[in-house]
């Protein structure tokens, strides 16, 4: 079984919202994260979505699903305190509907709605051969690694460096140990799921997915969104 976790559990304060989570800001009447679960709904081999949503949006995010017509969202979850813990929420749900099926399990910011089908088949196709996947974008300007008292540290290879992006991908068994492990630990705020795997020792393998990938959290974002958005619907780029 492959199952989709989304999370949506953000509160838009980089976004400076006034009035509602920056996944339900709408753009050509139709909220963020209904762009990102219409390519999970659309995708064949996805059997099942959950959404891990801000707890007091659960209704109207209810009222979405029914009125885009998104059908696979099996259980929608209330967010935890951090992001990490919203993603846990969403991973024991998705084992409540796996039982003991063996089920590969894709985590995603509802937030991120530009990626295509092919993303999600690479990492599908990446953790049956390889244990996981993590969705990356070549460097296009120099990184810097800087000390606190921001001097430079170093200046990592372009050519050997990549932006982590989403979804990020693994057997649902093993990513929920591991959140497991990280609780016991007492670490509730890992920045994201592959920094976790890595931290406790699982080898990641990377697949390619587009720069234009990104996380919609500033008004800059927003506005990227929109242009590219508008460039798809003039078949002009960025057309799958």
């Known amino acids: 079984m492959n199952l989709a976790v989304i999370f949506a ?9 006034t009035n509602r989570p920056k996944q339900f800001l709408e753009m050509h009447g139709k909220p963020i994260i209904i762009y990102t679960l219409e390519i999970f709904e659309k995708h064949p081999d996805i059997d099942g979505i959950v959404v891990a949503c801000v707890e ?57 709605p ?57 057997w649902l068994d093993e990513i929920l140990e591991v ?3 990280a609780q016991q630990d007492g670490i509730t705020d890992f920045i994201d799921s592959c920094t976790m795997m890595k931290y406790y020792g699982h080898k990641l393998f990377l697949i390619d997915g587009p720069y234009e990938n990104i996380k919609i959290t500033t008004p800059d974002d927003f506005y990227t969104m929109r242009a590219l958005l508008d460039a798809q619907e003039n078949a002009q780029i960025y057309v799958d």
């Open 114 to 170: 530009l990626i295509n089908e092919g993303v999600i088949t690479d990492n599908i196709n990446s953790v049956k051969q390889n244990g996981s996947a993590i969705t990356s974008a070549i460097v296009k300007e120099t990184i810097m690694v800087v000390k606190d008292d921001n001097s430079i540290d170093y200046v990592p290879d372009r050519a050997h460096s990549r932006v982590a992006k989403a979804p990020q991908s693994f």
């Open 179 to 181: 959140h497991h492990k």
């Open 56 to 112: 007091e949006w659960i209704p109207y995010l209810k009222e979405l699903l029914d009125r885009f017509h998104i059908e696979k969202v099996k259980k929608v979850v209330p967010g935890g305190v951090t992001g990490q813990m919203s993603i846990y929420n969403g991973l024991t749900a998705a084992k409540e509907i796996a039982g003991e099926e063996k089920s590969i399990i894709l985590i995603h910011d509802g937030v991120r």
């Open 9 to 17: 559990g953000g509160t838009g304060q980089r976004m400076k919202t």
